[in-house]
């Protein structure tokens, strides 16, 4: 069912007031289907947990929202298990079913806001692990054909943070499900130094999946505001990759710079670290700012507009360039 001028602020972890001229949601293709009829000459918006989004003003064209749910066992042997998933599943609540079922490789992914069709769409990560890494294959819904195509992983030409679906792509499809490869062994990454440093604070020596899980949530929730009770959207910047020649001229300011490698000999700087240099972190403004203990976010306390978030974000890349040379782009999808 449509409905007309709908609060899209329980849609959005950013908790922003804005209206949707019409809405609905929608748990099959089918339904999905049925509900495009209806769309007239609309834009369209397709939402799934609304944890990437940024509204700025009411949405004047239809949003629709993805609760396809499902988990379903397609292959398994005693190595692996492949697992198909609807996109509308909560991505967390996906976590830790696999976890119970030890099935391995997405423990360093938990606590991520949003849903199961959004993680192959920025390919998301965290911890040294990416979606693409169990990615096995997606199913989506053409809007302009009305038909359904698989996608590989080379297909979905994974980034960082990237996908096919954020450019060439845009817009133009619905993914409806997602596959995965997990491992039945515990195969564990324990490479990234926080979660070296939890684990040791707490005398694992062996850890198991749930343990890396139980680490990785105890440093999320340390660091980053959990947006139902702090409205705000995770990263609202990528981490920029640039030429070395960058990091040089900045270590010859700054005794430790933190960087990765990054493609084609490029590296990547921590975003946090330059908005924290430049004096952002924890800055508050009435009812919005930028996160006490990790500048890459940006919060919203109480009722702020996207505008004012907008904002401030633009005064933080003008600095930030303005200080190291260095253009931040934004992770969110501003609307
Ligand atoms: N740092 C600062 N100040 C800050 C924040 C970070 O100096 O305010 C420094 C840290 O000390 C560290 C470095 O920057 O040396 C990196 O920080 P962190 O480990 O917190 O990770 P990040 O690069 O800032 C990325 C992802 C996060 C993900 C973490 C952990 C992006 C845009 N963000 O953040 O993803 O959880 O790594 O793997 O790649 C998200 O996408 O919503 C998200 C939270």
Not at 232 to 242: D, E, L, R
Not at 284 to 296: R, S
Request: hydrophobic share 35%.
């Amino acid at each position: 069912m449509i409905s007309s001028n709908t609060s899209l602020k329980p849609h959005n972890t950013f908790g922003i007031e804005v209206n949707a001229k019409r809405f609905a949601t929608f748990s099959s293709t089918e339904e999905l289907i049925s509900i495009l009829k209806e769309r007239n000459n609309d834009e369209l918006l397709v939402l799934g947990g609304g944890s990437n989004v940024l509204f700025t003003k009411d949405f004047d064209g239809l949003v629709i929202k993805n609760e396809i749910l499902g988990f379903e066992i397609i292959d398994q042997d005693n190595d692996s298990v492949q697992v198909k998933v609807g996109a509308g599943e909560v991505w967390h609540d996906f976590v830790m079913k696999c976890i119970d079922l030890r099935f391995a490789g997405l423990e360093n992914l938990s606590l991520i806001p949003g849903s199961v069709g959004a993680s192959p769409m920025q390919n998301i990560g965290a911890y040294g692990v990416e979606i693409k890494d169990v990615f096995v294959e997606l199913e989506a819904y053409h809007i302009g054909s009305g038909k359904t195509r698989t996608f590989s992983k080379e297909e979905c030409q994974f980034g960082y943070r990237e996908s096919i679906f954020k450019h060439e792509f845009k817009g133009q499809y619905i993914i409806t499900s997602v596959t995965y490869k997990l491992s039945m062994s515990n195969k564990i990454n324990s490479s990234y130094g926080a979660i070296q440093a939890e684990l040791k604070s707490k005398g694992i020596t062996r850890p198991t999946i749930k343990d890396i899980s139980n680490a990785v949530i105890k440093i999320r929730s340390s660091k980053l505001p959990n947006p139902k009770e702090i409205g705000n959207a995770g990263s609202f910047f990528k981490n920029p990759i640039v030429d070395k020649s960058i990091l040089e001229k900045i270590q010859n300011e700054y005794e430790i710079v933190p960087n990765y490698p990054g493609p084609e000999g490029k590296v990547k700087l921590a975003a946090g670290w330059l908005i924290e240099q430049a004096g952002w972190k924890g800055k508050t403004f009435e009812n919005y700012g930028v996160h006490k203990n990790q500048a890459l976010v940006l919060v919203n306390y109480s009722d702020a507009t996207g505008g004012n978030i907008l904002d401030l974000s633009t005064q933080i890349i003008a600095d930030v360039f303005k200080k190291f040379g260095v253009r931040l782009e934004r992770e969110v999808n501003v609307v």
